[in-house]
């Protein structure tokens, strides 16, 4: 199982980003999928998350109202929309996708909110 996240970059504060986490296979439609983040020196935490249909969906208290998961299982594809970036927002953003007890992650993409 192979996730490639992909999207991020150096914003300005009050800014946007769209995060993607492409995962090609045939567990994809039938995983939830969660984005993480992890700032230097710090633990990762869990940002959002998705279920499987993308009918039912979790975030953390600092990306309630500000972010936006969404998925296109078509496109076997996960979605961060980010808005009002702040400088605390600064991270690598991981996706993983879990299924029948593992979990599977990707590569990182990193965050840079500028102030």
């Known amino acids: 199982v192979q996730l490639q996240a992909f999207g991020g970059g150096l914003v300005q504060v009050g800014g946007s980003l769209r995060l993607s986490c492409y995962a090609p296979?045939?567990?994809?439609?039938?995983?939830?999928v969660a984005w993480y983040r992890q700032a230097p020196g710090k633990q990762r935490e869990l940002v959002a998350e998705i279920n499987s249909s993308g009918s039912s969906s979790n975030y953390a208290d600092f990306a309630r109202g500000r972010f936006t998961i969404s998925r296109d299982n078509a496109a076997s594809t996960v979605y961060l929309q980010m808005d009002g970036l702040q400088p605390e927002d600064t991270a690598v953003y991981l996706c993983?996708?879990?299924?029948?007890?593992?979990?599977?992650w990707g590569q990182g993409t990193l965050v840079t909110v500028s102030s």
């Open positions: 993983n996708e879990r299924f029948a007890g593992d979990t599977y």
């Open positions: 296979g045939r567990i994809f439609r039938v995983s939830p």
